[in-house]
């Protein structure tokens, strides 16, 4: 989706914050449980980082 998001920094005045401001979104449901349907079945948390484009993007994957 073209445009889905923008990306700033803070004014420095007021803070260190970045903020993301998210105009259309995809939304999935999902729950982490302690027994899947299927053994195959995975978790994972993410670290999120900025490109150059102002996307946020996982940096790399963290197994939980």
Same mark, same amino acid.
């Given at each position: /989706? ?10 420095? +005045? %007021? !803070? =260190?914050?970045?903020? @993301? =401001?998210?105009?259309?979104?995809? %939304?999935?449901? /999902? $729950?982490?449980?302690? @027994?899947?349907?299927?053994?195959? =079945?995975? +978790?994972?948390? @993410? ?5 150059? !484009? !102002?996307?946020?993007?996982? $940096? @790399?994957?963290?197994?939980?």
């Amino acid at each position: /989706m073209p445009d889905a998001e923008k990306v700033e920094e803070e004014d420095p +005045s %007021l !803070g =260190t914050a970045i903020i @993301r =401001t998210i105009f259309a979104a995809l %939304l999935y449901e /999902m $729950s982490v449980v302690t @027994r899947p349907a299927y053994p195959e =079945t995975q +978790s994972e948390a @993410r670290n999120w980082t900025p490109t150059d !484009g !102002g996307c946020y993007c996982p $940096s @790399r994957p963290v197994w939980v």
